[in-house]
């Protein structure tokens, strides 16, 4: 049976490692004993964290720049990383931006930027490092951040949401597609963190396309739409407390934190009932 001691001295790598939920996945994968590449668009919160990662526990790292949202960032980022690190075995496509909104409020640009990284960043990351992976053997995993919000919607996520569901749809034919190559997909569902998530998508959204704005009762109005409660928004070390082990079994989903599995139920209810009408009928 596969344990931590199959990802020592292999090599992870993980966009939006810079803060977050991204920095404490390098944490752990570090802490195991892997190499770690740190991409993120802000570098110096990248190169910061790999350094951290090197002085306390003694790996090889990485740090660097890469744009998810521009294919030549992420094509040369890759490139960075196997000059540096020499390949990868795993692979945390991580990064996610937030532009909250009422659908009647998102713009077209909104809307092309959150598909631009979430969806697209998730997939030119992907085909980027994958021919890293089906370069090496065993264990080999590709990790894809979406969100609880892909199981539970809620309002004035309309744009972030559809961007998760689309990690998730692809996450699931990517799953299919490299079994028999024996590289595994985890699929990573959190809930709320207490993370720069906000700041980092208002600096991170292009200057050309429009201010980041929040309206002041966006995030109450999503919060009161879904059952994962303000006490339950965790810090990201939280998040990540079984990402080893899960990784490590080849698990499809890590669910991170959250009071939401009711809510999941009670829609999964629905979609049942639907399926008990068309079979009466
Ligand atoms: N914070 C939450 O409540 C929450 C909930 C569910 C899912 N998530 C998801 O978790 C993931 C990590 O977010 P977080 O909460 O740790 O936020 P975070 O801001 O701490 O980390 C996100 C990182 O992504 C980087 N980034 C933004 N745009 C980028 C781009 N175009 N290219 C490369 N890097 C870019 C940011 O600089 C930042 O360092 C995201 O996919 C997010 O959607 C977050």
Known sequence: MADDSDLRDRIAVVTGGGSGLGAAMGHELARVGMAVGVLD??????????????????????????????????TAAAAAVERALGGCDVLCANV???QFGAIDRLTEDDWKWVVNVNILGTVRTVAAFLPMLRAREGLRRILLTASSG???PGVRLGAYQTSKYAV???????RQEL?????????????GMMTRHLESSKLARPAEIGEWVLAPDDIDAMMASRSTGDEHVATPEHAVRNLIADLVDDQPYLITHGAYRDQYHEQLAVLE?????????
């Open 96 to 98: 996610g931006v937030q």
């Open 179 to 191: 079994a028999d190559e024996g590289i595994g997909v985890m699929i990573v569902f959190p809930a």
């Open 168 to 174: 998730v749809g692809y996450g699931e034919t990517l």
């Open 150 to 152: 892909a199981l539970i």
């Open 41 to 74: 668009i802000d570098e110096a919160n990248a190169t910061a964290v790999a350094k951290a990662l090197a002085d306390q526990f003694g790996v090889p790292t990485f740090g660097g720049q890469v744009d998810v949202g521009d294919t030549a960032s992420v």
């Open 273 to 281: 009932a639907a399926f008990d009408r068309m079979e009466r009928s």
